[in-house]
């Protein structure tokens, strides 16, 4: 691991008890998604005829994704493919800033981490996974870089890097107490009536 960078394996998992309250829980939604493959699982493949293409540029990620190797999976709680990022957060960059889908470690991250290192700080740019693999490398996986390009690392990364969980909720069964869904006023939510 390189020094000065927190490990995720001692951490509790994302939805773990005492993260999410049941009420919580049962409110996110399982998804069916598209994951794209790289070329050495592309034997597991639900469809696509070609490998995913490496650009770097948030704007053309996406170049051949509807042709590329992919597989169904089913998740509740996932990172951002590709597609997902440009679509959903890029394309939005009107309302939501153009540099939203550059992540920053939070201010727990920072506390946490087990050296202090100058550029893990909340309030500079921090790489962040996406589940998308790499076009070039079997053991890779792309990165939003600190700087906003789309790259390729190993898998391993050495702990350098952040996630960003994203997820589903199912709206027929979630309250919404208060928040305007903005960065500094964020949604409060409560999960159905038995909580």
């Known amino acids: 691991m390189l020094q000065g960078y927190s490990p995720y394996e001692d951490e509790k998992g994302f939805l773990a008890y005492n993260n999410f309250t049941e009420s919580e829980r049962n409110i996110i939604k399982a998804v069916n998604h598209k994951v794209l493959l790289n070329d050495i699982d592309k034997d597991k493949k ?24 992919y597989e169904n999976i089913e998740d509740k709680v996932f990172l951002l493919s590709v597609k997902e990022l440009h679509d959903y957060i890029w394309e939005n960059q009107k309302i939501l800033g153009r540099e939203y889908y550059i992540g920053k470690p939070t201010k727990q991250a920072v506390s946490h981490s087990s050296e202090k290192n100058a550029k893990l700080n909340y309030n500079n740019n921090w790489y962040s996974w996406l589940r998308t693999p790499s076009a070039l490398r079997a053991d890779g996986i792309r990165v939003i870089a600190d700087n906003g390009s789309i790259l390729e ?25 208060g928040g305007s869904g903005i960065e500094s006023d964020p949604y409060i939510i409560k999960g159905g009536a038995s909580e």
């Open 46 to 69: 639900t469809g696509g005829e070609e490998s995913h293409t490496p650009n770097v540029r948030i704007y053309d990620v996406v170049e051949n994704y509807d042709s590329a190797y």
């Open 153 to 177: 690392r190993f898998a391993n990364f050495g702990g350098y890097g952040g996630v960003r969980p994203a997820l589903y909720i199912n709206l027929s069964s979630t309250i919404f107490k």
